[in-house]
């Protein structure tokens, strides 16, 4: 695993880089975060002791099995870490040929939502700042390979990021930096159930990265029959938390909304939807996210399409912009709400 590079291990490197020239650090960060490499022996522009050195200490070797979908345009890898936990992520490409990288902030999931494989797994651990990092250089080399790139990351994988902020941010600090990945705020997105206290800090912290809060429903009762934590992020600390989160991005937030049959996908349930919005969103800052509900051990349905389709026009009718979102990832088992750990 590839953790000697990462800020708070630069010094991993000091030993075998006190007799080289001092140019010969950028050259080996940038051929893990530029170049992508995955074999010290593809570097040239290293002496060959030095290659040899690092190939004995520092192996570049990320420990995955990858799963592709029959197109191609879908790629789940299962990830061992070092003490054998197991994680997974996913690489999506839409009809634009625009690579998304889905990754994971922990080892299975605290919050235990009913409806998704990853809660419904259990916890095991948060993951450290590399094992986040080692996620998008796994598909960064990848997609090097078909001369592609990696377009969007969203942490919408396994887990709260919230609930491992100080090791996301190390994370994300990593993909922003220009010496490193490069990364621009606007292509990453934040998924959370709600936590208040790292919503306000996302909005202090990076206010220009996207947020995205899975609500599921406006109705406290099944939100709490759904992820069982609505007691500590209830509905209106939630309110209270984007109104703050608003106030100093003024950017859209998306609500993620799984559309389960005959439980939050009737006629009262966009009304109370529209009605949560409009009280607190007067500039139509929140966009509305319809998500398929993708086949897990739990006892749901997924909402038919025309069902979708409605709660979708009643939405938009009372100005809330909406989306029907396509899934990805089912033939791997890769798609929202479908990862686990092991």
């Known amino acids: ?17 006190e007799k080289e020239p001092r140019f010969r650090f950028k050259q080996i960060q940038d051929a893990v975060y530029k170049q992508f490499v995955d074999n010290w022996g593809d570097v040239s522009n290293l002496p060959k002791n030095l290659v040899a050195n690092l190939k004995e200490n520092y192996p570049l070797k990320i420990n995955a099995e990858i799963m592709s979908d029959n197109g191609g345009n879908t790629k789940k890898a299962i990830i061992r870490l070092n003490d054998g936990e197991q994680i997974e992520a996913v690489l999506m490409r839409n009809k634009q040929g625009k690579n998304t990288a889905c990754i994971s902030s922990q080892a299975g999931c605290p919050i235990g939502c009913v409806f998704c494989a990853t809660g419904q797994s259990g916890f095991k651990r948060n993951l450290q700042a590399e094992e986040i990092i080692n996620q998008i250089l796994l598909f960064a080399r990848i997609l090097k390979k078909e001369d592609a790139k990696i377009d969007r990351i969203v942490f919408m994988g396994m887990g709260e990021p919230f609930l491992n902020w100080e090791e996301a941010k190390k994370a994300i600090e990593t993909l922003l930096d220009k010496d490193k990945f490069g990364f621009g705020s606007r292509h990453i997105s934040i998924s959370t159930i709600g936590v208040t206290e790292g919503i306000r800090a996302l909005a202090k912290e990076f206010p220009q990265i996207n947020l995205a809060v899975s609500i599921h429903s406006a109705n406290n009762q099944k939100r709490e029959e759904l992820a069982g934590i609505n007691e500590r992020y209830n509905l209106n600390r939630i309110k209270k938390a984007i109104e703050y989160y608003l106030s100093i991005t003024n950017r859209k937030v998306f609500f993620e909304y799984v559309m389960l049959d005959n439980f939050n996908d009737q006629g009262e349930d966009a009304r109370e939807l529209a009605r949560y919005i409009q009280s607190f969103d007067k500039r139509h800052l929140i966009h509305v996210n319809l998500i398929a509900y993708n086949k897990t051990l739990a006892e749901f349905k997924a909402s038919s399409g025309e069902t979708q389709e409605k709660f979708k026009d009643f939405l938009e009718k009372n100005h809330i912009s909406t989306t029907i979102r396509k899934s990805f990832g089912g033939e791997v088992v890769g798609a929202c709400g479908q990862l686990k750990s092991f």
């Open 1 to 17: 695993m590839l953790y000697f590079l990462i800020d708070m291990n630069l010094k991993n490197l000091s030993t075998i880089l």
